[in-house]
């Protein structure tokens, strides 16, 4: 038979696997409870460590095996195993005393008990209730007129929905009805120009200048 001592933590040892069919979900839960660390596969040797694979290893598998022998080869127990896992993890963690279970603690026993519907409630459970139930504050609406999803302002105290509205808000006030330089339409996309017409009509306006000048000195 193998030694108690050569356990790897690292796994669910195989004894107590035998006596519960939720030991290798609940087995991780157990060792962040005791405390012990777990790197590359193996456990990590210490305080922590020694004192569940010398005691609270023998312990858990003592303890399930009675709990096996009251359920007469009917259903688990849930809760009452719930309270067996909780024990070896106090016991094994630091610390000289084991706190008892009253109604209001009874929640306690969550990480130890798999099917959520069986679950105590917790008070924590009553915070997030209260904030789910929590009338929300209205929103305004987006002061960006042109907004593209048309949402609410991020707070009661913000203006847009996001920084893009508010740049877009910030462009339209400054150049009012002329878009932005940025988005104008090019004067050759505009007016179909190209490079060449451009040109020529720059020589027919030079001419034309040209010409003016010649008849206002014909004229003096």
């Known amino acids: 038979m193998e030694s108690i ?23 991780p839960v157990l060792l962040r409870k005791v405390g012990v660390t777990i790197s590359k596969g193996e456990h990590i040797e210490d305080k922590r460590a020694w004192m569940l694979r010398n005691f609270g290893v023998d312990d858990l598998t003592n303890r399930l095996a009675v709990q096996q022998t009251r359920e007469h080869g009917g259903p688990q127990d849930d809760l009452a195993r719930a309270r067996i896992w909780r024990h070896i993890a106090e016991a094994s963690s630091p610390g000289e005393t084991i706190s008892d279970l009253t109604e209001k603690t009874l929640y306690t026993l969550n990480p130890f008990i798999v099917a959520k519907a069986k679950r105590f409630a917790s008070p924590l459970d009553a915070f ?50 002329e878009p932005p330089r940025a988005i104008r339409p090019k004067r050759s996309d505009a007016t179909h120009e190209t490079p060449a017409d451009r040109q020529k009509a720059y020589r027919n306006r030079k001419s034309q200048s040209c010409v003016t000048d010649n008849e206002a000195l014909e004229a003096a």
């Open 5 to 27: 001592t050569a356990i790897n933590l690292a796994t669910c040892p195989p004894e107590v696997a035998a006596l519960d069919t939720h030991a290798t979900a609940l087995w």
């Open 128 to 177: 997030r209730q209260q904030a789910d139930t929590q009338a929300k504050p209205d929103l305004p609406p987006c002061g960006n007129p042109n907004c593209p999803d048309g949402a609410t302002a991020l707070s009661t105290r913000a203006k847009f929905c996001s920084k893009s509205c508010r740049n877009m808000a910030s462009e339209q006030r400054q150049w009012g009805a």
